[in-house]
């Protein structure tokens, strides 16, 4: 059983080389914000907590993060492992999920702030489906409607340049100091994020010892 902690900061593709990782592996991915976003999609009540804490520019509190990472671990359907991202974000989240699960490698994606900036800025959301976009890289057929659905695209809460520049100094001041704690482990491979996805992927896999990534055709 495999359990690896996937580290970056906003717009460094954490989600993208997750889901790489466990495509071929039979690995579960899972993700602290699309769980948060699933929520905010369907009007849960924590969907309103949540976007309420998204419009500020904010993050979301420890206790309710804590409490959604054990409730997606305790469903137990990673039978071969699993591959977490935006978990955790700081020290005590950090603690508290080195205290529950044995972690055998973290990968922490670097990215300069300028090309977070650049790449958050591009990105773009159906509201009506959850199919994301980058204006960038991963453009709609027709401009500013979604391909699946052809919903109007819109711009995430959390995705302006104020609560871009909310989470860049928060990460730097809080998530950083998890890598060191994580070191301590010597769990930690730093990967340069620049290069292109399938780029990416091969740099984990190789820090990780896992087998080459054969991208399909």
Known sequence: MRKYVVMGVQGSGKGTQSQLLCDDLDLVHISVGDIFRWHVQR???????????MNAGELVGDDMVETVVRDRL????????FVIDGFPRNGRQAEFFMESYDIDGVIHLELPDDEVRRRVLSRRLCPNCGMDYNLIADRPE???RCD?????LITRADDTP????????????????????????EV????????????VQQSIRKALGLPAYAPSA
């Not at 305790?74 to 071969?80: A, I, P, T, V, Y």
């Not at 520049?165 to 001041?173: K, S, V």
């Not at 930690?188 to 780029?199: F, G, L, N, T």
């Open 148 to 152: 699946i659905c052809g919903t109007e």
């Open 74 to 81: 305790d469903q137990h359907d990673w039978n071969f492992g």
């Open 188 to 199: 930690v491979h730093d990967v340069d994020a620049r290069p292109a996805p399938d780029e």
């Open 142 to 144: 027709v401009e500013g």
């Open 43 to 53: 009007h849960t009540k924590l969907g309103a907590q949540v976007r309420r804490i």
């Open 162 to 185: 104020e609560a871009l520049a909310a989470r860049l100094r928060d990460y730097h001041e809080k998530t950083r100091p998890v890598l060191e704690l994580f070191g301590r482990k």
